[in-house]
């Protein structure tokens, strides 16, 4: 199966990387994400390392972003501090991404090779947490 090549959002990688650039100090902050709105916005946050499991950055964005008024996300990157450049979400911000926002792209890659695609193909045979919930409502 051949996946449609997509536009990457160059502005969302470069929003990222500014924000990993000016921001992550030390050891708390070491990673950038940012999300680009269904309404055109762009969010961005850091992630809050802490040895209990501090939430990566893609987590904290999905709360930055509902914070301001932004629920439907399209397009998610995040970059690494000292110049790592896009770093793929870990196991759990993917399922977590696909949970919230199924239609999601995400932007994967390096260098003049990014590329962005749904954060479906980034979990193949993924659980869906909303198929085991017991409906209530019925
Ligand atoms: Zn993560």
């Known amino acids: 199966m051949t996946t449609p090549i ?24 070491t990673m950038a994400a940012a999300a680009r709105a269904r309404d055109g916005r762009v969010i961005t946050a850091v992630n809050a390392y802490h040895f209990t499991g501090g939430p990566c950055a893609e987590l904290v964005l999905i709360g930055a972003a509902a914070a301001q008024g932004a629920y439907e996300l399209d397009t998610v ?3 690494g501090d000292r110049d790592r450049g896009v770093v793929p979400p870990c ?18 890659g390096n260098g003049d090779r990014l590329r962005a695609v ?3 193909e980034l979990l193949p045979e993924t659980y869906v947490w909303a198929d085991h919930q017991l409906d209530v409502s019925g």
């Not at 990457?8 to 050891?27: I, K, M, Q, S």
């Not at 196991?91 to 994967?108: H, M, T």
Request: glycine letters at 4%.
């Open 118 to 120: 749904p954060v479906t």
């Open 91 to 108: 196991g759990r911000c993917r399922q977590v991404l696909f949970d919230y926002f199924p239609a999601l792209e995400v932007i994967v």
């Open 6 to 29: 997509r536009p990457v959002d160059h502005e969302l990688v470069a929003a990222a990387a500014e924000v990993a650039r000016t921001r992550c100090r030390g050891d708390e902050h």
């Open 77 to 79: 990157v995040a970059v």
